[in-house]
Protein backbone atom coordinates (compact mmCIF):
# COMPACT_ATOMS: atom_id res chain seq x y z
CA UNK A 1 0.00 0.00 0.00
CA UNK A 2 2.93 2.57 0.45
CA UNK A 3 4.30 1.83 -2.49
CA UNK A 4 0.96 2.46 -4.09
CA UNK A 5 0.89 6.44 -2.68
CA UNK A 6 4.48 6.79 -3.08
CA UNK A 7 3.79 6.04 -7.01
CA UNK A 8 0.77 8.39 -6.67
CA UNK A 9 2.57 10.83 -4.99
CA UNK A 10 5.51 10.94 -6.96
CA UNK A 11 3.28 10.82 -10.65
CA UNK A 12 1.72 13.76 -8.82
CA UNK A 13 4.87 15.69 -8.33
CA UNK A 14 5.80 15.47 -12.11
CA UNK A 15 2.83 15.98 -13.29
CA UNK A 16 2.87 19.70 -11.44
CA UNK A 17 6.40 20.12 -12.43
CA UNK A 18 5.49 19.72 -16.18
CA UNK A 19 2.19 22.09 -15.88
CA UNK A 20 4.32 24.25 -14.20
CA UNK A 21 7.50 23.89 -17.00
CA UNK A 22 4.54 24.64 -19.76
CA UNK A 23 3.08 27.76 -18.28
CA UNK A 24 6.58 29.23 -17.70
CA UNK A 25 7.92 27.92 -21.41
CA UNK A 26 4.17 29.74 -22.46
CA UNK A 27 4.90 32.99 -20.70
CA UNK A 28 8.33 32.88 -21.95
CA UNK A 29 6.85 32.73 -25.52
CA UNK A 30 4.77 35.96 -24.34
CA UNK A 31 7.65 37.42 -23.46
CA UNK A 32 9.85 36.86 -26.24
CA UNK A 33 7.00 38.16 -28.56
CA UNK A 34 7.20 41.72 -26.45
CA UNK A 35 10.68 41.62 -26.62
CA UNK A 36 11.08 41.33 -30.44
CA UNK A 37 8.35 44.17 -30.63
CA UNK A 38 10.62 46.35 -28.10
CA UNK A 39 13.71 45.64 -30.18
CA UNK A 40 15.14 43.76 -27.15
CA UNK A 41 18.27 42.30 -28.08
CA UNK A 42 20.87 41.54 -25.16
CA UNK A 43 22.18 38.51 -24.72
CA UNK A 44 18.85 36.84 -22.32
CA UNK A 45 16.36 38.17 -24.53
CA UNK A 46 18.72 35.90 -27.61
CA UNK A 47 18.85 33.13 -24.82
CA UNK A 48 15.20 33.51 -24.12
CA UNK A 49 14.17 33.49 -27.48
CA UNK A 50 15.93 30.31 -28.63
CA UNK A 51 14.00 28.66 -25.65
CA UNK A 52 11.20 29.73 -26.69
CA UNK A 53 11.26 28.87 -30.57
CA UNK A 54 12.46 25.27 -29.22
CA UNK A 55 9.45 24.70 -27.43
CA UNK A 56 7.06 25.79 -30.29
CA UNK A 57 8.39 23.30 -32.40
CA UNK A 58 8.96 20.79 -29.95
CA UNK A 59 5.42 21.23 -27.86
CA UNK A 60 2.07 19.50 -28.94
CA UNK A 61 0.32 22.74 -26.73
CA UNK A 62 0.33 25.23 -29.39
CA UNK A 63 -0.69 24.41 -32.54
CA UNK A 64 0.30 26.14 -35.54
CA UNK A 65 -0.01 26.36 -39.40
CA UNK A 66 3.22 27.34 -41.21
CA UNK A 67 1.50 29.08 -44.47
CA UNK A 68 4.21 29.70 -47.77
CA UNK A 69 1.25 32.20 -48.87
CA UNK A 70 1.99 34.70 -45.59
CA UNK A 71 5.47 33.18 -45.02
CA UNK A 72 6.71 32.16 -48.08
CA UNK A 73 8.97 35.98 -48.52
CA UNK A 74 10.50 35.12 -45.24
CA UNK A 75 12.15 31.70 -46.07
CA UNK A 76 13.47 32.64 -49.41
CA UNK A 77 17.19 32.47 -49.08
CA UNK A 78 18.16 35.61 -51.13
CA UNK A 79 16.24 37.28 -47.88
CA UNK A 80 18.99 38.03 -45.23
CA UNK A 81 16.70 38.30 -42.19
CA UNK A 82 14.59 35.47 -43.14
CA UNK A 83 15.43 33.46 -39.93
CA UNK A 84 15.09 36.60 -37.59
CA UNK A 85 11.43 36.61 -39.30
CA UNK A 86 10.68 33.30 -39.57
CA UNK A 87 11.48 32.66 -35.67
CA UNK A 88 9.26 35.70 -34.94
CA UNK A 89 6.36 34.58 -37.47
CA UNK A 90 6.49 31.72 -35.59
CA UNK A 91 6.84 33.27 -31.94
CA UNK A 92 4.09 35.77 -32.55
CA UNK A 93 1.74 33.44 -33.82
CA UNK A 94 2.43 30.98 -30.60
CA UNK A 95 1.98 33.92 -28.27
CA UNK A 96 -1.37 35.10 -29.70
CA UNK A 97 -2.63 31.57 -30.15
CA UNK A 98 -1.54 31.40 -26.09
CA UNK A 99 -3.82 34.08 -25.67
CA UNK A 100 -6.22 33.51 -27.91
CA UNK A 101 -6.80 29.65 -28.30
CA UNK A 102 -10.22 29.76 -30.32
CA UNK A 103 -9.30 32.42 -32.14
CA UNK A 104 -9.39 32.07 -35.98
CA UNK A 105 -6.31 30.93 -38.42
CA UNK A 106 -6.07 34.21 -40.36
CA UNK A 107 -5.71 36.27 -36.88
CA UNK A 108 -3.09 33.79 -36.00
CA UNK A 109 -1.37 34.30 -38.91
CA UNK A 110 -1.83 37.66 -38.91
CA UNK A 111 0.10 37.91 -35.54
CA UNK A 112 3.11 36.28 -36.47
CA UNK A 113 3.09 38.16 -39.99
CA UNK A 114 2.94 41.87 -37.90
CA UNK A 115 5.37 40.45 -35.84
CA UNK A 116 8.11 39.29 -38.27
CA UNK A 117 7.24 42.98 -40.14
CA UNK A 118 8.52 44.49 -37.06
CA UNK A 119 11.62 42.71 -36.58
CA UNK A 120 11.88 43.04 -40.24
CA UNK A 121 11.80 47.02 -40.02
CA UNK A 122 14.11 46.99 -37.38
CA UNK A 123 16.88 44.89 -39.35
CA UNK A 124 16.36 46.92 -41.83
CA UNK A 125 16.65 50.45 -40.67
CA UNK A 126 20.18 49.08 -38.90
CA UNK A 127 21.31 47.53 -42.26
CA UNK A 128 19.57 49.01 -45.13
CA UNK A 129 21.68 46.93 -47.31
CA UNK A 130 19.57 44.23 -46.30
CA UNK A 131 15.93 44.93 -47.55
CA UNK A 132 13.76 42.48 -49.85
CA UNK A 133 11.53 43.21 -52.64
CA UNK A 134 8.56 40.58 -51.55
CA UNK A 135 8.96 41.79 -47.69
CA UNK A 136 8.81 45.33 -48.45
CA UNK A 137 5.43 44.71 -50.95
CA UNK A 138 4.43 43.18 -47.56
CA UNK A 139 5.31 46.26 -45.56
CA UNK A 140 3.61 48.34 -48.04
CA UNK A 141 0.30 46.16 -47.80
CA UNK A 142 0.45 46.35 -43.59
CA UNK A 143 1.79 50.57 -44.21
CA UNK A 144 -1.75 51.18 -46.63
CA UNK A 145 -3.76 49.18 -44.02
CA UNK A 146 -4.32 46.01 -46.54
CA UNK A 147 -2.34 43.45 -44.63
CA UNK A 148 -5.36 41.38 -43.00
CA UNK A 149 -7.02 41.28 -46.66
CA UNK A 150 -3.32 39.76 -48.03
CA UNK A 151 -3.47 37.09 -45.31
CA UNK A 152 -7.05 36.44 -45.92
CA UNK A 153 -6.56 36.06 -49.35
CA UNK A 154 -4.06 33.63 -48.55
CA UNK A 155 -6.51 31.12 -47.03
CA UNK A 156 -4.29 29.71 -44.56
CA UNK A 157 -6.99 28.22 -42.02
CA UNK A 158 -8.59 26.73 -45.36
CA UNK A 159 -7.81 22.53 -46.36
Same mark, same amino acid.
Given at each position: !? ?5 TL ?11 ? %? ?10 ? =??? #?????? *? +?? &?????? /? &? #? ?9 ? #?????? *?? @????? /????? @??D !?? &? =? %? ?12 ? &? ?5 ? $? =???? #??? +?? %??? $???? +??? *? ?8 ? =???? *? @? ?5 ? /? ?7
Amino acid at each position: !MKSVVFTLVVLFIAVSAQSA %YSQSAKENVKKV =AGD #LEAGVY *T +KE &AISDRE /K &A #LKWVIETDEVH #LIACGG *TF @GPFVD /KKNKN @GSD !MV &A =A %YMIGMAAFRIDNAT &ADEDAVQ $L =AGVE #LAL +KV %YDR $LVKE +KPK *TKYKSVDEMV =AKRD *T @GQLSSFV /KAAECGKK
